[in-house]
């Protein structure tokens, strides 16, 4: 089992719609999680973190299951510009590395 | 303030040359790691350093790979030679020790033919 596995998608929506992604993490050790956004051709560049339960921004909302070692990230009122690969990742343990998933595309569409 | 800088933005080359990627930390981060990005395997972590010090280089596909870092603000990832199979993109990242939060570079697109 990855250590951090995500659906690829694509998830593709319209506009104003609401959508969820998942990541499972296999390390239980795991403290710290984080959801990245990374357009085209781009580098990833932090969306958010999560360090307990849950972490809320605007339209964005991050949560963690521990007992099923999950994270998530819901986007409300989804716009054109959230149109992005959302990669997850996991910072675990002893180790000094984060552990990212392979990225859900997602296409918003007008 | 400036991010993490890395050179050359893109690099296409032949197989069996050698290629030298480089990257400049952002100021005060002590953590840097290379990472490689392809659509098969998604972004893989290569190598790390702490404090200029390699921690943890398991990821580094066989010994055509190599990495320094000679001091806080500049590293290098080589490859030789190199091979078609290493087209990829390549970044950069650093954060400090005491923020979980990593910095990535723009990239380097690297072509091989």
């Known amino acids: 089992r990855k250590e951090v596995e995500q659906d690829p998608g694509p998830f593709n929506v319209p506009e104003g719609a609401t959508v969820a992604f998942n990541c499972t993490y296999s390390?239980?050790?795991?403290?710290?999680f984080f959801w990245y956004r990374q357009d085209c051709r781009k580098e990833p560049k932090l969306l958010m973190s999560v360090y307990s339960s849950g972490n809320e921004d605007g339209r964005f909302t991050a949560q963690l299951n521990r007992a099923s070692q999950y994270i998530s990230l819901l986007i409300r009122d989804s716009k054109l510009s959230d149109s992005a690969t959302y990669l997850c990742a996991s910072y675990g343990g002893s180790q000094g590395n984060l552990i990212f998933g392979k990225g859900t595309k997602l296409s918003v569409k007008p | 303030d400036a991010g993490v800088i890395q050179s050359p933005r893109h690099e296409v080359t032949e197989m069996g040359q050698e290629v030298t990627l480089r990257c400049k930390p952002i100021?005060?981060?002590?953590?840097l790691f290379w990472y490689r990005q392809t659509m098969m395997r998604g972004l893989e972590l290569l190598i790390y350093f702490n404090n200029n010090v390699p921690i943890d280089d398991s990821g580094m596909p066989e010994d055509r790979f190599s990495a320094k870092m000679p001091n806080a603000s500049f590293s290098t990832l080589k490859i030789q030679p190199s091979e078609p199979r290493d087209s990829a993109v390549y970044f950069c990242a650093s954060r400090t020790v005491s923020y979980n939060e990593q910095f990535f570079g723009p990239g380097t697109r690297l072509t091989v033919l």
């Open positions: 100021s005060g981060h002590n953590s």
């Open positions: 390390n239980s050790a795991s403290q710290s």
